[in-house]
């Protein structure tokens, strides 16, 4: 089992930044990859961006690219998400996703094994 803890979420104005941080604990050594996920209201669940450790690879949707960067330390067991430049439409709940079953497909969230509870970003305008 693998515990995933976020946290860094609130309220910001558009333009704005926030840090995301999420924290794995428990059987987190056969860590394949971290992501992030975010789902805003009425509408389906979302990759953002993820990482995989080895080799260290980073994945971003077209989105968020240029204004978000994910980062993480495995041996550590976490992982981050900068957002910078944000806008209304970032507004949504922010899931912490752990991948342990080896996959070559990172951006499907049903692919990774383990979710934290989330965490509020709102971004007014």
């Known amino acids: 089992q693998v515990q995933l803890v976020e946290s860094g979420g609130g309220l910001v104005q558009a333009g704005g930044s926030l840090r995301l941080s999420c924290a794995a604990s428990?059987?987190?050594?056969?860590?394949?990859?971290m992501g992030w996920f975010r789902q805003a209201p009425g509408k389906e669940r979302e990759f953002v961006a993820a990482i995989r450790w080895n080799p260290y690879i980073t994945y971003y949707t077209d989105s968020v690219k240029g204004r978000f960067t994910i980062s993480g330390d495995n041996a550590k067991n976490t992982v981050y998400l900068q957002m910078s430049a944000l806008k209304p439409e970032d507004t949504a709940v922010y899931y912490c996703a752990h991948m342990t079953t080896y996959s070559t497909i990172t951006r499907s969230a049903a692919k990774y094994n383990y979710w934290g509870q989330g965490t509020q970003v709102t971004v007014s305008s």
């Open positions: 428990g059987r987190t050594f056969s860590s394949i990859a």
